[in-house]
Every structure is written in structure tokens, then in C-alpha cells.
């Protein structure tokens, strides 16, 4: 008798054999090993533990960590950032040479224009000639203006021009700086990774040790308990020593703390009866309240043979304090003067020169801050540029009767403007100068000092003395960060 089996197609083989990933991953590239135990049963045979990573495995993956640390010390964004900014100068210098090309034509347009007018003017005459007429000062009175716009772009395309090159060279210098820091970091890596190599070997070099110890017998770990204990008991009995000299520190901190306390004291008395021996002969007293935003007067005693305010010589001085070596605030040389937050902390004096004798008349105390200053200069950093209303006192040395302008202090230039029309804009340079103003002005607490540039000069009264304080030091802030220091003249 034959044995018949059924048939069995190869593509139902192919669907039941689903086929293996090869990213799968085992626990073990063996098959497990079985032993019977008692009554029959099928025990796997425990596995040995692994020990865990060797010092080399280890020495090995700080490398890695070290290399991929290595890989993210760039400052690549750095360069990156400053190319960028040097592509929108490009296309900033682009759109300016597009916006000429423009001008040129709306120049030739015009010209055609006003000829093709006056043609029209010489044929015509009565009510159309009048209309012509208006006509041709109208295109007149737009080819002024189109040349007005001509100068602003020109002065804009020399901006985009000195901005460009500023960032070229930033950018060549952020390159430098890549690689500069790049080496730095391979240099760091390198001495890291040698680090570590060292204190493998002196961990295998322990572990050496300590083994060829533990086999030398228990006379080995008695010595090693012994000197256990010794240091246990060195360190019970070193701290009590180190806190017996913490505190005969302490002691003589606060001895030497009352002896300079008393000292200042002592001194701040002489000073007041130094100050009122001094004020029982001087003609002369300081009046004002010594903060900032208020302003000192220098005022004459009642007294008959009182001197002339007028007609003295007068000069303005700051000190950290009344025995420090003081300088000279330029330009101060007048009976009034409106501290400004450089003055803030510091002792003011004002030297008197009246028939050949001098006199000093001092601040009791440091010029005082403005507690709601700090808060105002912080919500006005938060905005990228911050506008004030000024009026312009006076112009290169000259009163001037102007309407309200707007002062805008920017992270990288200031500019006096009016609507469109610009009075001054310049950047953060060293020919720049901003103070409170130390002439003879109306009101020297809300008066500002500028020089953007050599030969042009304004002095601004702002609305308020603490807009004029908060102007002071957001305009030294942002041109610090500019590496330029604005100051008075002569500071």
C-alpha cells in the first residue's frame, strides 16, 4: 500500500515562515544549557554574573564622551550669525543702489515733464496758462523734494557702506575667534584624556596593590586598621583646633570692624565741626537738596561786606569722599549746577575765587540716587529703542527756538529727529559726547548735553528730570557695550 501526503504549495510555506529582522537582538548568541533535577524536571543551569566594566572600558568610553564634547565646543553660531547680518548689509547696499537707478529716472521724468509745460505755457493763455503755471510749480516743488530724498539715501548708502564693513570685519574677527577657541578646546580635550589615562593606570596600580596585600595575610589589614584608627583619631582632635582659630578670627573681625566704625565716626564729627568752624568765615553756603534730579546753588550769607556772586571765579569738583583726591567737572563753572547719575555716591565741592581769597563750600553728605530711576531704565532696555520728547534749548552755542522733537537712544546710535526730517543721527563713536548740561541754562535739571559729532552741538531739555537722568544712563550703557565711553568735555 502506497502512503499518499497532501501537496503543500511553496508560496504557503513562504507565508507561514515569516522571516527574522536582523536588528534583532538576543540575550545570548548560544542556546541555553539544561540539567534534570530531582523528580525529572528540567533545570537551567544558573548563569555567572558579570563582572562589572574593567578600568580600560571605562578609561574608553570617557574618551568617546570627551570626543563628542569636543565636536559641540564651537562657536560656528557665533560666525554664522555675523555672516548673516553681512548678506542684509549687501542687500541692504543693493536696495540703495535700486533706490538711485529710481531717483535718476524720476530726475529725467521730471525734467520731460516741466519741458513739456513751459511748451504748453508759450501756446496758451488766459485761465489754462494760470493752470500751467501751477502745474510747472508743483513739478518744481517735487524735484525739491526728490532731492531731499536723494541726500537721505545718499547719507543712508554711506551708513549701509560703514555698517558692511563693520561687519565684515566683526565676522573675519568671529572667525578668529572659531579657530582661536577650537584649539583651545582640542588642547583642553587632549590634557583631559591624558588625565584620565593616568588615573586608570593608578586605579589598576591600586588594584594591584590592594590584592598582592590581601594576600600577604592578616599582619596586612591589622597595620591597615591601626593606621584607620590613627587618622579617625586625628581628625577628631584636628577641627576643635581649626574652630578655636575661627574663632579668634571672628573675635578680632569684630574688634577691628568697632575700631573702623569708631574711626569713621570720629571722623565724620571733625569733618562737621571742620565744616562749621569753615562756614562761620566763608561768605559763601551750598543750598539745594543733594540727590539727583535736584540742583546746588551756591548763595551768599547776609552780611554786609558779602561779596558778589557775579563776580567771583567759581569751579565744580566730585570726590568718593572729602579726604580722596578730587577732579574737576569741566565746563561746571557757574553758582548753579544739576548733578547727573555719574555723581551719584560721590561728594561735590565747589572752589570760590573772590578777591584773591579762595573759599570751598562741600555736600554734607554723598548726592543721593533717584529710587525710581533703576525701574525706568529697565523697562526702557526691554524695547530696542526708546524715544523721548525734547525741545532744543540750544544749537552750537546758540539759543534756538524749536517746537517738540524726539530724542531716540537705539543699542548702536542716537538720533534728534522731527517727523521725517533728521536733525542729527550718528553711531557710538569717540567724538561723541552726552552729559548733563553744566552752562547757564533755564533748567539745568531737565537739560542734556550732546555732541554727536565735532562742531555740532545741542543741549535738549527734556519733559521731566527723571527722563533726563533715565537718557544719561541708558545712552552710557548702550555705548559701553559699544566699547566707546560717553562723557562731558574734557572728562
Not at 522571516?19 to 542556546?31: I, L, T
Not at 551708513?159 to 573675519?172: A, D, I, R
Not at 552755542?397 to 536733525?423: E, N
Request: proline share 3%.
Amino acid at each position: 500500500m502506497t502512503k499518499v501526503c497532501p501537496e503543500i504549495e511553496e508560496g504557503t510555506l513562504s507565508k507561514l515562515a515569516v522571516p527574522v529582522s536582523v536588528d534583532v537582538s538576543f540575550s545570548s548568541d548560544h542556546f541555553p544549557t539544561y540539567k534534570l533535577g530531582p523528580d525529572n524536571q528540567i533545570v537551567e543551569e544558573p548563569k555567572e554574573d558579570d563582572k562589572g566594566p574593567s578600568v580600560k572600558e571605562t578609561v574608553e568610553k570617557e574618551s568617546e564622551l570627551l570626543s563628542d564634547q569636543h565636536k559641540r565646543l564651537s562657536v560656528r553660531d557665533l560666525a554664522s550669525k555675523f555672516d548673516k547680518n553681512l548678506a542684509a548689509a549687501v542687500s541692504l547696499a543693493d536696495e540703495a543702489k535700486l533706490r538711485e537707478v529710481a531717483s535718476l529716472e524720476g530726475h529725467v521724468m521730471l525734467k520731460k515733464l516741466r519741458d513739456a509745460l513751459e511748451y504748453m505755457r508759450g501756446r496758451t493763455d488766459g485761465q489754462n496758462k494760470e493752470d500751467v503755471e501751477t502745474a510747472i510749480s508743483m513739478v518744481e516743488a517735487l524735484a525739491v523734494k526728490l532731492t531731499q530724498n536723494e541726500g537721505e539715501l545718499i547719507q543712508e548708502k554711506f551708513e549701509v557702506k560703514k555698517l558692511g564693513n563693520f561687519l565684515k570685519q566683526t565676522s573675519e574677527d568671529a572667525k578668529k575667534l572659531v579657530n582661536q577657541e577650537k584649539s583651545f578646546a582640542c588642547a583642553e580635550i587632549e590634557t583631559a584624556r591624558a588625565v584620565v589615562l593616568k588615573l586608570g593606570e593608578a586605579f589598576e596600580e591600586q588594584e594591584r596593590i590592594s590584592e598582592a596585600s590581601r594576600a600577604q595575610g592578616p599582619d596586612v589589614e591589622k597595620l591597615v586598621e591601626e593606621v584607620q584608627e590613627a587618622r579617625q583619631i586625628k581628625r577628631m582632635h584636628h577641627p576643635t583646633k581649626v574652630m578655636g582659630m575661627q574663632h579668634e578670627l571672628y573675635g578680632l573681625r569684630n574688634r577691628i570692624q568697632e575700631k573702623y566704625m569708631n574711626s569713621v565716626k570720629l571722623h565724620k564729627e571733625i569733618a562737621i565741626i571742620k565744616r562749621a568752624e569753615e562756614s562761620k568765615s566763608c561768605p559763601f553756603v551750598l543750598e539745594g537738596k543733594q540727590s539727583l534730579g535736584s540742583c546746588l546753588r551756591i548763595c551768599v550769607n547776609a552780611s554786609e561786606n558779602a561779596p558778589d556772586i557775579s563776580s567771583c571765579s567759581i569751579q565744580w569738583y566730585r570726590a568718593a569722599c572729602e579726604t580722596s583726591r578730587r577732579e574737576a567737572i569741566s565746563g561746571a563753572i557757574q553758582s548753579m549746577y544739576a548733578p547727573e547719575p555719574f555723581d551719584v555716591g560721590r561728594i561735590l565741592q565747589a572752589d570760590i575765587l573772590s578777591n584773591g581769597q579762595k573759599f570751598t563750600v562741600t555736600t554734607d553728605d554723598p548726592v543721593d540716587p533717584d529710587s525710581a530711576l533703576q525701574s525706568r531704565v529697565e523697562s526702557l532696555m526691554r524695547k530696542s529703542n526708546s524715544e523721548f520728547s525734547v525741545v532744543i534749548s540750544q544749537m552750537n552755542g546758540q539759543d534756538y527756538a524749536s517746537r517738540s522733537h524726539i530724542f531716540t537712544i537705539g543699542k548702536t546710535r542716537i538720533k534728534l529727529s522731527r517727523g521725517w526730517i533728521s536733525k542729527a543721527r550718528e553711531i557710538y563713536s569717540t567724538s561723541m559726547q552726552l552729559c548733563g548740561v553744566r552752562g547757564n541754562v533755564k533748567t539745568p535739571t531737565k537739560s542734556l548735553f550732546w555732541q554727536p559729532r565735532k562742531s555740532l552741538t545741542f543741549i535738549l531739555t527734556f519733559e521731566s528730570e527723571q527722563e533726563r537722568n533715565a537718557a544719561i544712563v541708558l545712552a552710557r550703557k548702550y555705548a559701553f557695550d559699544c566699547n566707546v565711553s560717553l562723557l562731558g568735555p574734557d572728562d
